[in-house]
C-alpha cells in the first residue's frame, strides 16, 4: 500500500546514535590526553603511565568502534527516499524560490510535530489544575448544569457594587462604560502609579489589563514596561484566586483591595529581602491574605 506510511524502527537508530556519541567522547578524551602531554605524575622515569593511559584511550575507541559497527549492521535501509506527499513534485519546479519549498515543509512540519507534543504535555498539567471557577464538583452537576449567578447580574446591581468599592479608596478612582452590550468595562486610576481596564461579565472579573501612564488603554495589547506586564500577571492570578460564585460581590471588593495595595508599588520595600529593587524591578507581588510586597523570588 503505497499511501500507507511506513513504521521504522526507533530501537536499532537510538542505539546507533548513542554508539557515535560514545566513539566521539572516546575519540575528544584521547585527543585531550595527547595536547596536554606528558603530567607531573608521569615524570621521573613513570612514563610507561602516560602510555598505558593512550592504550586504555585507543582500547576503548576500538570497542566503541565495534559497537557501532554491529548496531549499523542491525540498521534496516529505507526502500526509498522520504517524501511529503505530494511534495516530492517541488522537485520538478526550476525556479529557485519554488525549490526551497520542500526544506521549509520539513521545518513546518517538525515545528507542528513538536507543538503537538507540547499540547499534549500542557493537557496533562492543566487537567490537575485547582484554579476551576466552580465549586461544584459532584456527579449531580453533570445532571444539571447551574449556571453561577455571577453572570447573570442586572447592570444596575453590577454598578452599586463598584460605586460603594469606589467610596471605600478615595485615591483610586473607577470609570464605568459598556462598550459590549450589558458587561461591564471598568477604567481603574490608582493614585498616581498605575491604571487599569477591568472587563466584567456579570459580577465576574473576565480580564485585567494593566498599564502605566502615558500608555494606551486597552484590553488586548499589554504593557511596554515589564513591570506593568508582571503585575498584570499577578493580578490574573489574583482574579482567579478571589472568585466566587456564591459572594460575587465579596469576590470583587476582595480583588480590589487587594489591587489597592498597589498603590505602594513603587515606594514599599519587599518584606523578605528589604530591597526596593531586584533584578531592577521593584515587589510586584501582594500577599492574598496579609497584601504584604515581595519580589517574585521572595514570595516563595
Request: include cysteine.
Amino acid at each position: 500500500m503505497s499511501g500507507m506510511a511506513m513504521v521504522v524502527p526507533t530501537e536499532p537508530l537510538y542505539m546507533a546514535l548513542n554508539s557515535v556519541k560514545k566513539l566521539r567522547t572516546s575519540m575528544g578524551d584521547l585527543h585531550k590526553l595527547l595536547s596536554n602531554g606528558i603530567r607531573a605524575e608521569h615524570a621521573e622515569g613513570n612514563e610507561a603511565k602516560f602510555a598505558q593511559e593512550i592504550q586504555d584511550h585507543i582500547n576503548r575507541i576500538n570497542r566503541f568502534y565495534r559497537d557501532l559497527e554491529q548496531a549499523t549492521n542491525n540498521l534496516v535501509p529505507p526502500p526509498g527516499p522520504f517524501t511529503l506527499g505530494n511534495t516530492a513534485s517541488l522537485c520538478q519546479e526550476s525556479t529557485q524560490d519554488k525549490q526551497a519549498l520542500y526544506k521549509q515543509l520539513v521545518q513546518s512540519f517538525k515545528w507542528t510535530d513538536k507543538v503537538h507534543e507540547y499540547s499534549i504535555v500542557a493537557g496533562s498539567l492543566l487537567s490537575h489544575n485547582t484554579l476551576k471557577r466552580s465549586y461544584t464538583n459532584s456527579s449531580s452537576a453533570k445532571r444539571r448544569r447551574i449556571q453561577p449567578s455571577s453572570h447573570n447580574v442586572p447592570p444596575q446591581a453590577v454598578d452599586n457594587v463598584i460605586l460603594n468599592i469606589d467610596r471605600l479608596f478615595p485615591n483610586m478612582t473607577m470609570v464605568i462604560a459598556r462598550p459590549f452590550a450589558s458587561n461591564a468595562v471598568l477604567t481603574v486610576t490608582l493614585g498616581r502609579v498605575l491604571q487599569a481596564v477591568i472587563a466584567f461579565k456579570g459580577l465576574m472579573i473576565e480580564w485585567v489589563m494593566i498599564k502605566g501612564f502615558g500608555e494606551q488603554l486597552d484590553l488586548w495589547t499589554e504593557s511596554r514596561h515589564k513591570v506593568f506586564r508582571k503585575v498584570t500577571e499577578n493580578a490574573h492570578a489574583a482574579m482567579l484566586h478571589f472568585y466566587s460564585p456564591t459572594l460575587p460581590d465579596l469576590a470583587v471588593r476582595s480583588f480590589m483591595t487587594w489591587f489597592h495595595s498597589y498603590i505602594t508599588l513603587f515606594s514599599d520595600p519587599c518584606r523578605r529581602c528589604s530591597n526596593h529593587l531586584h533584578n531592577s524591578l521593584p515587589p510586584t507581588w501582594r500577599d492574598f491574605r496579609s497584601l504584604d510586597p515581595f519580589h517574585e523570588e521572595c514570595k516563595q
